[in-house]
């Protein structure tokens, strides 16, 4: 497969992924004015139930370490979309089988 | 939706990996066993990276409590049930391991609410209603979807001991909280699959089976 085939093939997913990536932070910088909490957040409150965190992740909460969090929430997105994108493309080819 | 650590039981987190993993080794075996056709490939991948991107965006519902799309009936609706499975398990396992969204131990539960019962439900629903009407099919297959991965979520974390057992506060929370908003990830996944049925129907996973098998066997 040849990478510059496959994005000008697919111009338009990737431009649709591209505008995500590039609304995060706003989505970011809403989410928290308005103070986004989760179902399952509201559930855990009234029971009790805390969270332990055992692993934070490399880049944690959609963040990186020591950036800005618009810029940070921007190139979390970023990497994510790509490492994502190349993992499943992988497992893709490795369990694609033969059709005939 | 996705759990954090310290919310299940170790045998409850268990069970949802032992029962993910069954689903996920036979939706790899049916992929192995039916073959996909080389130029779905690509748009496997994009539908991953799609639904990781999207999955960033919170809703900013006034009032807080919200959520964010998910995307499993988008992945069953272009890849199939099989193949938007697997798409669903390395966004959620991406997300957990690079980002630490959903805990480690939790893994298992939130890939069974997620990349299971989410893509599984909306596969089906879409598959029937389709034959009427492609768009209520998408908005129903995104709404119902969310709501009984939601409810899966409401199950496991009402029988941890973390949330007292109370799986009859933890399921309606979820599934009613997550019923409301599923509307939202309802209109979202009927938009884009109408956008695809527009100017790409071919790569929806019915047609694409429709025209590689048009009697429903093997070619």
């Keep these: 497969m040849n990478f510059k085939n496959f994005v000008i093939e697919h111009k338009q997913a990737f431009l649709v992924i591209l505008v995500a990536i590039i ?25 009790g139930a805390e969270e332990s965190p055992i692993y934070s992740g490399i880049l944690p909460d959609y963040s990186v370490p020591g950036i800005d969090s618009p810029i940070g929430t921007f190139l979390a997105g970023l990497v994510g979309s790509i490492v994502t994108l190349i993992i499943m493309l992988g497992v893709t080819m490795a369990i694609k089988g033969r059709r005939n | 939706m996705h759990i954090p650590d310290g919310f299940l039981d170790m045998n409850i987190a268990l069970v949802y990996y032992v029962l993910s993993a069954i689903v996920i080794g036979t ?18 991948g994009l539908v991953a990276a799609g639904i990781f991107a999207a999955q960033m965006l919170n809703w900013p519902i006034p009032g807080g409590t919200s959520a964010h799309f998910v995307g499993g009936a988008v992945a069953a609706i272009i890849l199939g049930p099989f193949l938007g499975c697997i798409a669903m398990v390395s966004v959620v396992s991406i997300q957990a391991l690079v980002f630490g969204d959903g805990g480690i131990t939790a893994l298992g539960t ?6 299971i019962v989410d893509v599984f439900v909306a596969y089906y629903i879409y598959k029937f209603l389709s034959k009427k009407n492609t768009k209520i099919a998408a908005f129903v297959a995104g709404w119902i979807g969310i709501t ?72």
């Excluded at chain 2, 939706?27 to 496997?44: F, L, Q």
């Excluded at chain 2, 939130?110 to 990349?115: I, Q, R, T």
């Design chain 2, 148 to 219: 009984l991965g939601a409810i899966n979520t409401g199950i496991a974390t009402g029988l941890s001991s973390t949330f007292q057992y109370s799986i009859s506060t933890t399921v309606p929370v979820m599934g009613i909280w997550h019923g409301a908003l599923g509307i939202i990830e309802g209109l979202i996944t009927v938009a884009i699959i109408s956008y695809i049925e527009k100017n790409r129907g071919d790569i929806l996973y019915i047609s694409d089976k429709a025209k590689n098998n048009p009697r429903g066997g093997k070619r």
């Design chain 2, 110 to 115: 939130n890939l069974f609410s997620m990349a």
């Design chain 2, 27 to 44: 939706c790899i075996y049916k992929i192995k066993k039916d073959g996909i056709d080389e130029k779905r490939v690509p748009i496997a």
């Design chain 1, 23 to 47: 609304l995060s932070p706003l989505f970011a910088l809403a989410a928290d004015a308005v103070g986004y909490s989760e179902p399952l957040e509201k559930s855990a409150e009234h029971l």
